[in-house]
């Protein structure tokens, strides 16, 4: 894989994708739809996915492509290939929170490698470097002219005064008991895949998971993070989280630094 290609291309898409993302967002009303699971779907959703898979599909036609709005991709087979949620966070997307992202990446061998997540809304996008290393981009996000960034890293956790970050939307006992196990300095929420990044920047320590995701929702966000020094474990046997798994579910998870202490579930 020729990563500088690859990393160049998945960012400008995620730029594109988020442009399209933000025009609809403006719009003072949109459709939403139920998909099969009853989860949301948009406009944004679908165009966004129209331009990051088309692109794709141009710069890699024989790589293995996977992306959440194309449900005939949901049965490829491999442990190698391109993975994509064009739009996580619909439900922040559609109550207007603004919690959203833009998610592509490469798993090679089962594990994320190379990512990039696009918050439009907030400005903020964070990817993998061709030689690994992950970044946060600031400045005007020109499509093909890279603009200013700074390494990212994660923290050297005090382990009896934790940051946990956890989902806005998805948050319930379970987490709560979980999270109840360490010492917490404070915890802040956030949607999409923006928790990994949190976690990828030292922003916070710990990111458990305790709630259904699949493999979309979580590639670029954990690639992030792995190129931060961050680790994502499977809640159940703390084994690292791997991907090409059937049907692209994942377990439950915990994403965090590595100094953190981790607790048994």
């Known amino acids: 894989m020729d990563y ?4 160049a291309e998945m960012r400008r898409l995620a730029l594109e994708a988020g442009d399209k993302i933000m025009e609809i967002y403006g719009q003072n009303d949109f459709e939403v739809k139920s998909k099969s699971d009853d989860s949301p779907v948009t406009a944004a959703d679908e165009a966004a996915d129209a331009i990051i898979s088309e692109g794709l599909r141009r710069a890699f036609p024989d790589m293995m492509l996977v992306t959440e709005e194309q449900s005939v991709t949901h049965t490829a087979k491999g442990d190698t290939f391109l993975i994509v949620d064009p739009l996580d966070g619909t439900k922040e997307f ?5 919690d959203f992202t833009v998610n ?6 089962g594990v994320p490698t190379r990512g990039v997540v696009y918050a439009p809304a907030k400005s903020r996008m964070f990817f993998t470097q061709a030689d690994g290393q992950s970044v946060e981009e600031t400045g005007d996000f020109a499509k093909d002219q890279l603009g200013e960034t700074k390494a990212i890293s994660v923290s050297d956790p005090d382990n009896s005064a934790l940051m946990v970050v956890a989902s806005k ?8 008991d979980y999270i109840g ?7 802040t929420s956030a949607g999409s895949s923006l928790k990994f990044c949190l976690v990828a920047t030292g922003e916070a320590d710990l ?8 493999e ?3 590639a670029a966000g954990h690639a992030v993070l792995n190129g931060a020094g961050g680790d994502v474990v499977r809640f159940d046997d703390l084994t690292p989280l791997t991907y090409g798994k ?7 998870f915990i994403a965090h630094a590595p100094g953190v202490d981790l607790k048994a579930g």
């Open 246 to 252: 059937e049907d692209f579910a994942n377990p439950f």
């Open 169 to 176: 939307s998805h948050r319930d006992q379970a987490t709560d």
């Open 104 to 109: 592509i990446a490469l798993v090679e061998g």
């Open 207 to 214: 990111y458990p998971r305790l709630g259904r995701t699949m």
């Open 94 to 98: 559609v109550h207007r929170r603004g």
């Open 216 to 218: 979309w929702d979580t």
């Open 4 to 7: 500088e290609k690859l990393v």
């Open 181 to 187: 196990k360490y010492g917490v300095r404070d915890m």
